[in-house]
Structures are given as structure tokens and as C-alpha cells.
């Protein structure tokens, strides 16, 4: 039997994400007509709707589709801005800032990952990103500063470079914390010093590779 997956699309918006006060149009429009089927690995392809977060290669995973949402809503790109996003994954997130913004660059760790990203992107015919392979916490760094920065993965608290690829007034969604009670907050730069932070919900995201906590010298 064939899955509908415009059905299963439509529920995903109505029983999952307006619920959970996702209520930005152009948010909505965007998960309501990109085939988020597409970036699924094909034995997951049927639970790409589902309230879950699905696996990806290299202990990786998609965020859970509400997740995805709150994060789309809350960075709130305009058309004329620029987007980092640390942490490629599917590509699925890359491909929704890339609808919503003037141009996004994408950095993956793993390189086969980056493939399969920059494959399916290209199906979409989606040519305003920029794809980079590269290890945010040993030495990649990106180019410019960004007007949206966007953290993929889990960190036990924001790295101090993260901090300086977002341009004044700018926006970064992160998770920091612990699991199983991590902390989804968006950070804005007021200035070059000063920021405002806003905690916008708890979940528990994979950590981003090489983020790990150095241990603490104990006496």
C-alpha cells in the first residue's frame, strides 16, 4: 500500500506544529510544500511525518519536525539576510533556511553526509548555498559573519568563536546543556559586547562532534 504523503505532510503541519505554537506563515508554507520525504534515508522514508527524531549515518540524527519548526520560527531569517548553519545533517534544515533567506552556508563534519546533502539539494534545485565540509571546533571557520548562525547539534555551552560569526543584530538558535534536560535558547547581538538571551524550550539533541565537555580537574 502507498504511503500519502501529502496527507501525512498536511497532519505533521496541523497535529504537530501549529499545536506546539508555530504559527509564522511563511514557517508554514515553506514545511507545507518541501518534500521533507526527500532527505530521509530510504529506509526511513514512511516515519519522515512521524513525532521523532530519525537516524542518520555517523551516530547523527534529524531533529524532530516540531523542533525544526520552533527553530525556523524563532530565527525569524528575513530575505535579505545570511544564514551559517553549523551542522548540515540531511540537509533538510539547510534547505529550509535556504527558502527563507538570501543565502545560506552549511558546514558538515562528515564527508558523506556533505555528499548526500549537496546531491539532494541540487535535486531541489536549490542553488543559494554553500556547502563546506569542516570542524567548527578545531579550526573551520567561516569566511564573514552571518546575520543568522544556526546550531545544529548539541553543545555543553556556546563555544566563544560562535559568538563572533554573528553580525550586530543578529540572531543564533543553539541547545545547550546536558541531556536528557538540554535548553534550545536564541541568542541576538544587541552590539559587539552585548547580547540577549531567550530560553524557548527544552529537548535533548545529539551533541555536535567534538563539542564535548573537557573534563574538570578534581583535587
Known sequence: MNMNFEQARFNMVEQQI?????????V??????LHREDFVPVQYRKLAFADISIPLDFDQAMMRPKIEARLL???DVGEDETVLEIGTGSGFVTACLAGLAKRVVSVEIFEELHQEAAIKLQDKNITNVE????DVMKGWQPEQAHDVVVVTGSVPEVPEQ????????????????????????????LDVTEWS???????DLPRLVNAEKEP???F
Do not use: C, K, Y
Open 18 to 26: 501549529r499545536p506546539w505554537e508555530v504559527l509564522d506563515h511563511r
Open 28 to 33: 508554514l508554507s515553506l514545511l507545507e510544500t
Open 73 to 75: 520560527q524563532a530565527i
Open 131 to 134: 556547502l563546506f565540509v569542516g
Open 162 to 189: 560562535f559568538l563572533g560569526w554573528v553580525n550586530p543584530g543578529g540572531r543564533m538558535f543553539v541547545v545547550t546543556g546536558e541531556s536528557p534536560a538540554m535548553e534550545a535558547r536564541l541568542l541576538t547581538r
Open 197 to 203: 538571551v531567550e530560553s524557548l524550550f527544552e529537548t
Open 216 to 218: 574538570e580537574f578534581q
